[in-house]
T-cell receptor
Framework: DVKVTQSSRYLVKRTGEKVFLECVQDMDHENMFWYRQDPGLGLRLIYFSYDVKMKEKGDIPEGYSVSREKKERFSLILESASTNQTSMYLC???FGQGFYGYTFGSGTRLTVV | DQQVKQNSPSLSVQEGRISILNCDYTNSMFDYFLWYKKYPAEGPTFLISISSIKDKNEDGRFTVFLNKSAKHLSLHIVPSQPGDSAVYFCAASARVGGGADGLTFGKGTHLIIQP
């Protein structure tokens, strides 16, 4: 089974802090994604990457950046956390150009106070 | 502008009956559609998908129907079981084969199966 691991289940950070959310997948998937889930808004794509050192903006990239130095790891960075970034963050990965569904991690519940 | 719409935030169905979850989309470039199921405090899990070249795909108790002319798809669960209680997300991709472009998700429908 493909496993996507997010380093923290729950995180509390202060406004203005720099926050790193880590995601690791163990099945050599090319593509990795960061979504956030908010009540009434569903899942919204923040950033995605289809190769090492490659990144593409999703629908809501403002206030975020990403890093993909290794194929298995995709990090989401909140440069200066704000309270409106309090959310559930979900990492996902998928294989190549074919469509086999995305595999999601368990999520990180981030609270910015 | 919401490209994938799930207009029912919640749905309550009796155990053993059919659950029908609906999804509408506006982007005519979407050609691959998926349903995901999500339990609280867990990531979404892939349930079933359908390509735009088909109008029906079945997997056990789950069937997805696609009506391209109406830009509408639905997920049928028969019979509904207590473990089906979850939030269901409809998702779409504008690229055949999906791949790296990212999925567009609806807001989700919370399905509650009552005993």
């Amino acid at each position: 089974d493909v496993k996507v691991t997010q380093s923290s289940r729950y995180l509390v950070k202060r406004t203005g802090e720099k926050v790193f959310l880590e995601c690791v997948q163990d099945m050599d998937h090319e593509n990795m994604f960061w979504y956030r889930q908010d009540p009434g808004l569903g899942l919204r794509l923040i950033y995605f990457s289809y190769d090492v050192k490659m990144k593409e903006k999703g629908d809501i990239p403002e206030g975020y950046s990403v890093s993909r130095e290794k194929k298995e790891r995709f990090s989401l960075i909140l440069e200066s956390a704000s309270t409106n970034q309090t959310s559930m963050y979900l990492c996902a990965s998928s294989f190549g150009q074919g469509f086999y569904g995305y595999t999601f991690g368990s999520g990180t519940r981030l609270t910015v106070v | 502008d919401q490209q994938v719409k799930q207009n029912s935030p919640s749905l309550s169905v009796q155990e053993g009956r059919i659950s029908i979850l609906n999804c509408d989309y506006t982007n005519s470039m979407f050609d691959y559609f998926l349903w995901y199921k999500k339990y609280p405090a867990e990531g979404p899990t892939f349930l079933i998908s359908i390509s735009s070249i088909k109008d029906k795909n079945e997997d056990g108790r789950f069937t997805v129907f696609l009506n391209k002319s109406a830009k509408h798809l639905s997920l049928h669960i028969v019979p509904s079981q207590p473990g089906d209680s979850a939030v269901y997300f409809c998702a779409a991709s504008a690229r055949v084969g999906g791949g790296a472009d990212g999925l567009t998700f609806g807001k989700g429908t919370h399905l509650i199966i009552q005993p």
